[in-house]
């Protein structure tokens, strides 16, 4: 018995319009924090702006991906096309690593640089304003990645965060270089630590994917709980051989099922849909699921 692993029209339409307003306020965020770094004299910001502008990849990955991931099962691909979603998940945890890496090595690079003039505090508000929208975007595309159970989204949503972050160096590095214009390292060292903040998202985003895309099944605390969903159902006299693996951010179960051997095959279908409807309603991200019938003896 298998189950329906494409997207609904409503959940696709729901990650297009949290991703586009995203990337919108990525492409008008980039383009202030250009100004402001060129007006105010600041290199930290004209860098930030680049990282928010690197978002703009990440935004287009997961609009064009959900259209291909929420596409419904066909002849060569029968489990449906939601491994795509894990492709672009490993996708934005290396854009992740790239940005990350390029963050340090600017900072290490230009350790020992001295800027002429001290910048301005446009540059700083600037800094400022996108931290807050950016945190705001993290906090609202994770919310609705997770409400709809989209990987790719969450790791979006990290992407948002991880630009908040190096915006944090880069506000301190300004006001530091306004008051005390003779310790410009400290933009430096916070954009090293901003770099080492990305490096664990990403790693965090892309290992998990890795493992996914390898058919790593859930946890044993997973299985306990769909095994016991199972058992709950009227007629089951055990489980065993539960499995699972990942489809995107959906979980497919297959697992036998013990039940008296002297009940007709209707009674036996009848409680392997029952058990199907259960652990898609009750467990945990479970989107597809495979009954084998054996006799209890």
């Not at 029968?78 to 890496?101: S, Y």
Request: aromatic content about 8%; overall charge negative; charged content about 20%.
């Amino acid at each position: 018995m298998s189950g329906d692993n494409c997207l609904s029209a409503s959940t696709e339409k729901e990650i297009k319009r949290v991703t586009f307003i995203g990337m919108m306020i990525n492409i008008a965020l980039s383009g202030l924090k250009f100004a402001a770094g060129i007006f105010g004299n600041s290199q930290a910001i004209i860098a930030d702006a680049f990282h928010s502008l690197s978002d703009c990849v990440t935004d287009v990955a997961v609009l064009i991906g959900s259209s291909y991931w929420s596409a419904p099962p066909d002849e060569t691909h029968p489990h449906g096309h939601r491994r795509i979603e894990t492709v672009i998940t490993v996708f934005i945890g290396l854009a992740l690593v790239g940005v990350a890496l390029m963050i340090g090595w600017n900072a290490v690079s230009t350790m020992m640089d001295k800027d002429n003039e001290p910048p301005g505090m446009i540059a700083f508000l600037a800094a400022v304003l996108s931290i807050v929208v950016k945190e705001g975007l993290y906090q609202w595309t994770a919310f609705v990645g997770k409400k709809v159970k989209s990987s790719a989204m969450v790791a979006n949503a990290w992407h948002h965060r991880s630009d908040a972050f190096s915006s944090i160096p880069a506000a301190v590095a300004i006001i530091a270089a306004i008051l005390l214009p003779g310790y410009g390292f400290i933009d430096h060292a916070g954009a090293i630590l901003v770099c080492l903040f990305i490096l664990h998202a990403a790693y965090k985003i892309s290992w998990t994917a890795l493992c996914e895309l390898t058919d790593a099944g859930a946890g044993e605390k997973v299985c306990l709980n769909i095994e016991a969903i199972a058992k709950s159902v009227n007629g089951v006299k055990d489980v065993h051989k539960c499995r699972t693996r990942y489809l995107g951010s959906g979980l497919q179960v297959d697992l036998h099922v013990l039940v008296d051997p002297e009940m007709s095959v209707r009674e036996g279908h009848d409680i392997s849909a029952k058990v199907k409807e259960e652990l898609i309603k009750k467990g945990p991200e479970v989107i597809d699921v495979v009954v084998h019938l054996e006799p209890f003896e």
